[in-house]
């Protein structure tokens, strides 16, 4: 069968670009569309081995690959736009409009979603609030055309055949959101790159792009409140906002090699994480380096954490970490609390082993097997 796979955009080498890649190294035979592709050649032999992309005219727009954000309203026109009629299977790797592309009835689409656009959705107020749009003639035309697009993506919830989604968190939005149902797979993580150590400082640390939604400034905020030593790793728009905020026991690293940011998360006592995510890779890093992860209690870091809520449970031989129940500072630092009166329960081999579910080879052959298994039940009844 001829295989297409299109994904939103290639611009960086981030969480659903490891997904495209286990895709190649599943399939190597995809031909590889997008809205705009400003991949460096290294990200692109890593992802795509080497391969070119077919993109939509958003690419040859006035910067269009630098600033192809500021291009949203043209998003559902320009992924329409792809020309899919010569292949059997399309599988679309989908957190904007991917999904969304044009088949006919005698070919399979598989969509595998890392979110419904989650700006046009649940985090649209939070998106207005924090771009300044909540007011003016600018914000005015901002909330029209995401009222347009979410007109447009709900109308395309039918497009894909199947939905895969990476977490149980994100298949309740595909049903609140297209009421679908979605298989779960959960992305790949590179486990087997990351090692224990016994040796451990008297630190805690957190690794993040520095961008509201990641809540930096709520963990900056608590410890230069608790005085407890504090390690940031990450840069982003917000990191001059965030160091107004630290007090002399917090460093912050900016960016770091990954080698460097492996032996601070291994020699810290806890990682601490306050994102709401979809999934979240961070915290399973941190967790394949042994270190039990303080984590808000909401979203992917349910599923991916073995965690205890400090008012509800006991630790047990199986917990990874512990959550707290509120974004706020209070909230945090009951969990720190909890966390230091517990700290000699936490066992590195036992969080180590709870990343053996997220592995890249776990990943392959599971999206293997369904998309195969799904391609014959389609091919049975065409």
């Known amino acids: 069968m001829k295989k ?33 592709d400003d991949l460096s050649q290294k990200n692109r032999d890593i992802i795509l081995k080497g391969k070119q992309t077919k993109n939509s005219f958003i690419q040859k727009l006035p910067f269009g690959k630098k600033k192809y954000r500021s291009y949203l309203p043209l998003f559902p026109l320009a992924i329409e736009q792809l020309d899919f009629s010569e292949y059997e299977l399309i599988v679309s790797s989908s957190s904007s409009v991917a999904k969304g592309v044009l088949t006919r009835p005698d070919q399979l689409h598989i969509s595998y979603v890392y979110s419904p656009v989650r700006y046009a959705w649940d985090l649209y107020s939070q998106y207005i609030k924090e771009a300044k749009l909540d007011r003016g003639i600018k914000g005015f035309f901002a909330r029209y055309f995401l009222f347009k697009l979410r007109q447009w993506d709900y109308s395309t919830a039918n497009r894909p055949n199947h939905y895969i989604a990476i977490s149980k968190y994100v298949a309740k939005r595909v049903k609140k959101i297209y009421n679908k149902e979605a298989i779960v797979i959960y992305p790949p993580v590179d486990t087997n790159s990351f090692t224990l150590t016994d040796e451990t400082k008297d630190y805690y640390i957190t690794c993040s792009r520095m961008v509201p939604y990641k809540k930096i400034d709520l963990i900056v905020e608590t410890f230069s409140k608790s005085g407890k030593k504090l390690i940031v790793v990450g840069d982003g728009p917000d990191f001059k906002k965030i160091k107004k905020l630290a007090k002399p026991n917090i460093e912050l690293m900016g960016y770091v090699e990954k080698d460097e940011m492996q032996k601070l998360i291994k020699q810290s006592r806890a ?33 991916t954490i073995n965690g205890v809520f400090p008012s509800k449970n006991k630790i047990s031989d199986e917990v990874t970490g512990v959550f707290f129940n509120k974004q706020n500072v209070n909230s ?14 936490f066992d590195k081999k036992t969080i180590r082993k709870n990343t053996d579910r997220f592995s890249i080879e776990r990943f392959e052959n599971e999206f293997k097997e369904t998309v195969e298994t799904l391609y014959n039940n389609w091919k049975e009844n065409q």
Request: glycine fraction near 8%; hydrophobic fraction near 50%.
């Open 4 to 36: 297409a796979l299109v994904h939103d955009w290639y611009t960086v080498y981030g969480g659903a670009e490891r997904c495209v890649e286990s895709f190649n190294n599943i399939w190597d035979d995809f031909d590889h569309f997008s809205l705009i």
């Open 271 to 303: 990682f601490i994480f306050a994102a709401e995510e979809d999934f979240g890779i961070a915290p399973i890093e941190a967790q394949a380096c042994g270190i039990p992860v303080i984590a808000f209690g909401k979203g992917g870091a349910l599923e």
């Open 332 to 345: 945090l630092l009951e969990a720190i609390d909890y966390f230091e009166m517990n700290e000699a329960l």
